[in-house]
């Protein structure tokens, strides 16, 4: 899934280690997450979209479609 975590990280000037600490998640995970290896839980989603004041809509691309064609 696509996210501008990375991109959104990068403008506040944090290091993944501080973003990992203020969402209470290890460092792997964010590198994860911007990599797009991994697809964020709903409790952390509204916690990293909390983070950075934004919808999580804003901050996750919702739209893409799965490897089975699925929404």
Excluded: H
Aim: proline share 3%; net charge positive.
């Amino acid at each position: 899934m696509k996210t501008r975590i990375r991109e959104l990280r990068k403008a506040r000037k944090i290091s993944q280690e501080e973003l990992a600490r203020a969402l209470r998640v290890t460092r792997l995970t964010i590198i994860s997450l911007e990599n797009e290896k991994y697809i964020a839980s709903l409790p952390l989603a509204a916690r990293i979209s909390k983070f950075f004041s934004m919808p999580i809509e804003d901050i996750f691309d919702l739209s893409e479609e799965d490897t089975n064609g699925n929404f």
